[in-house]
């Protein structure tokens, strides 16, 4: 078996390991062909789609509506056996739908709307308030890229 085939993270790995970040890194294409990297909240669909919110006029948003291709990058570890990380090629789309942005962001913020009425009123005020001037980047995985440098029990 290959080096490659020994770090690879199985489909329920990149789940979970995706469900513990808070962060991704996307990249579009800027005006000038360069790589544009902005870190990242972002929500996870158990079909695996990413979703995110951004101001509607962002860089980003006028570059997805150029080119729809996008890379996303979440990535941990701090010696290199520890080394692990996920990368998704995909392509995304911009929906400017209000509650669709509302409910993206709840899921890449806070979870779980909080039971309590009057804490369910103030997050709802703030979200309404923000999701106005926001739109909901969703990108559908065409190939996902894993690895975890533990899985060769420090032996590279």
Partial sequence: MSRRD?????????????RDHKTVIINSIGPGGY?????????????GVVSMTTF?????????QRDPKVSLLAESG????????????GRA???????????????ATVGDVPEDPKAR??????????ASKRVCIRIQPERVVSWDHRKLGGVY
């Fill in 78 to 89: 701090t010696e290199y056996a520890e080394l692990r990380g996920v990368v998704i090629y």
């Fill in 56 to 64: 509607r006029k962002s860089q980003k948003v006028l570059n997805i």
């Fill in 121 to 130: 009123e103030a997050m709802d005020a703030v979200i309404t308030n923000t």
């Fill in 35 to 47: 790589p544009h990297p902005m870190p990242m909240w972002f929500a996870l669909d158990d079909d």
């Fill in 6 to 18: 020994q770090i690879r993270m199985t489909d329920d790995e990149v789940r979970d390991y995706l």
């Fill in 93 to 107: 789309t911009v929906i400017d739908d209000i509650d669709t942005v509302k409910a993206t962001l709840i899921a």
